[in-house]
């Protein structure tokens, strides 16, 4: 499958072609993203990663915590109605789920561009990027950023 998705191809390629061949463990997976129009039904509800995961990318684990922590709180504010509590976590959770989620087809398009001049344009910016952070940390050494000043009355 690897070979033949990569038939002409240049660079080391065939080198590598050669050493995948030579595995004896090689393994494969996907990455993909299911989007559920609800997160529960009836007395069953999804958190974690099964309801708002935005692998690859992080804050999955704070995303979790914070979903657990919404969903205990509406449990806690009717018990005896958890149908009910789980669409409150669901509405309050999304704000903070469903904008990172709409990202994701932006960043993994960045991350694992379809076209040369876009794996080119990834390398260079990877390449250009710690020289831009220690640029911005030596700015901010020699002339630190002030804090605007509050005046009390």
């Known amino acids: ?5 990569h038939v002409g191809g240049g660079w080391r390629l065939p080198e590598l072609l050669d050493r995948v061949r030579a595995a004896g463990d090689l393994w494969l997976d996907s990455v993909s993203q299911v989007r559920m ?3 529960s039904n009836g007395r069953v509800v999804l958190v974690g990663d099964a309801a708002s995961s935005v692998s690859l990318f992080g804050d999955g684990t ?3 915590m914070a979903g657990a922590h919404t969903l205990a709180g509406e449990l806690a ?3 005896a109605d958890p149908p009910s509590a789980f669409a409150r976590y669901e ?3 999304r704000t903070l789920t469903d ?3 709409g990202a994701i087809g932006t960043a993994a ?4 561009p379809a076209t040369r001049t876009g794996i080119a344009v ?3 910016a990877s390449r250009l990027w710690p020289a831009a952070a220690a640029a911005g940390w030596a700015r901010n050494q020699i002339a630190p950023r002030r804090q605007p000043s509050q005046t009390t009355t």
């Open 1 to 5: 499958m690897l070979a033949h998705a």
């Open 37 to 39: 129009d609800r997160w």
């Open 62 to 64: 704070t995303l979790a």
């Open 77 to 79: 504010a009717t018990p």
């Open 91 to 93: 509405a309050k959770h």
């Open 99 to 101: 904008p990172r989620q």
């Open 109 to 112: 398009r960045l991350i694992v």
């Open 122 to 124: 990834r390398n260079l």
